[in-house]
Structure formats: C-alpha cells, structure tokens
C-alpha cells in the first residue's frame, strides 16, 4: 500500500505541473476561438457554442476563456 501511495503522491506531483499556461488543448481553443473572432462566417456574429461531456471540463473552459 506505501508503494500505491508514493505512486499516487507522484502522478498529483505531475498533474500540478499542468496549468493553463500549459494546456496545450486550451491553448488551442483560444486560439480558435481568437480565429472564428477575427474571421466570422456570417459579419458581426462572435457566437461560438462549445460542447463538453463532463461539467467539470465545461467549468475549467468556462474559467478561462470567459473573459475573452
């Protein structure tokens, strides 16, 4: 069990390592989403619909790209 536990305490270890800064899909998204505002298919419209099968996802997107 002490074994399973220095494996766990790892992997939160590497997960803490990932930030926004660093999510490279969120990154991505932004960069999409920065897209589809410069260059609209219909003028005017910014819309953009985001679709997620967890909450939690869609709450961390939400978060962080809210602002823009």
């Not at 991505?28 to 219909?42: A, F, G, Q, S, Y």
């Amino acid at each position: 069990m002490q074994e399973d536990v220095k494996i766990l305490n790892w992997l939160l270890a590497e997960l803490n390592k990932i930030t926004p800064e660093h999510d490279l899909k969120l990154q991505t998204l932004k960069d999409i989403i920065d897209d589809k505002i410069k260059n609209p298919v219909n003028a005017g419209n910014k819309k953009v619909l985001i679709f997620s099968a967890f909450a939690d996802t869609a709450n961390y997107i939400y978060e962080h790209i809210n602002n823009r």
